[in-house]
């Protein structure tokens, strides 16, 4: 059974940057062709896509967050990570990785297998 | 950016009876349509993909329907676990949208 697991700091200061891992055991990160996503969930809010890494290694972001998030893949240590620089409070939420499974037909994709999520807090 | 939009945003539900939730795009994504469940404190976890599709695992109480704009997730006898926040999520372009969501409430 894939399991996803996020870790890091959970409080940020504004300005600087927020840094998660996601660990993936039960399964390799580079074989089936899938790729893997950051989505994030303000307190009571709903949920927001925040980018992903495809399995070659090219990555998407949200338009709305691009400037700022960076999306790395650590094959050796079969795990992936984001970095979202500039916080600010806006960006406090609870941070989920995702397995994403694509439809090429639709050049788009869902979400099949989720961590648990890791509260990130931007406050001074 | 396609806009989702889930209504109604809570729909209370007594246990045993039929839950019908919807959710509208702003345009046309065919059927490229998932639903998700989150519980307090946890995940979201799919049901639906490919508007009607249910996951691995998923209980066939739970169905989805629809095309183009227009979708529904129905929960045919709903059980005390099923009281959730439901998600309707679009894919139909690499910028995937999710909807606000609609709380379903014990009533």
């Known amino acids: 059974q894939l399991q996803l697991q996020e870790s890091g700091s959970g409080l940020v200061k504004p300005s600087q940057t927020l840094s998660l891992t996601c660990a993936v055991s039960g399964g390799s990160i580079s074989s089936g062709g899938y790729s893997w996503s950051w989505i994030r969930q303000p307190p009571g809010k709903g949920l927001e896509w925040i980018g992903y890494i495809y399995h070659s290694g090219s990555t998407y972001y949200n338009p709305s967050l691009k400037s700022r998030v960076t999306i790395s893949v650590d094959r050796s240590k079969n795990q992936f990570s984001l970095k979202l620089s500039s916080v600010t409070a806006a960006d406090t939420a609870v941070y989920y990785c995702?397995?994403?499974?694509?439809?090429?037909?639709?050049?788009?994709?869902?979400?099949?297998?989720w961590g648990q999520g890791t509260l990130v807090t931007v406050s001074s | 950016e396609i806009v989702m939009t889930q209504s109604p945003a809570t729909l209370s539900v007594s246990p045993g009876e039929r839950a019908t939730l919807s959710c509208r795009a702003s345009?046309?994504?065919?059927?490229?349509l998932a639903w998700y469940q989150q519980k307090p404190g946890q995940a979201p976890r799919l049901l639906i993909y490919?508007?009607?599709i249910r996951a691995t695992g998923i209980p066939a109480r739970f169905s989805g329907s629809g095309s183009g704009t227009e979708f529904t997730l129905t929960i045919s006898i709903l059980q005390s676990e099923d009281f959730a926040v439901y998600y309707c999520?679009?894919?139909?372009?690499?910028?995937?949208?999710f909807g606000q969501g609609t709380r379903l409430e014990i009533k």
């Open positions: 490919g508007a009607s």
């Open positions: 995702a397995r994403v499974v694509p439809v090429p037909a639709a050049r788009g994709y869902y979400f099949d297998y």
């Open positions: 345009q046309s994504v065919s059927s490229n």
């Open positions: 999520q679009q894919y139909n372009n690499w910028l995937i949208t």
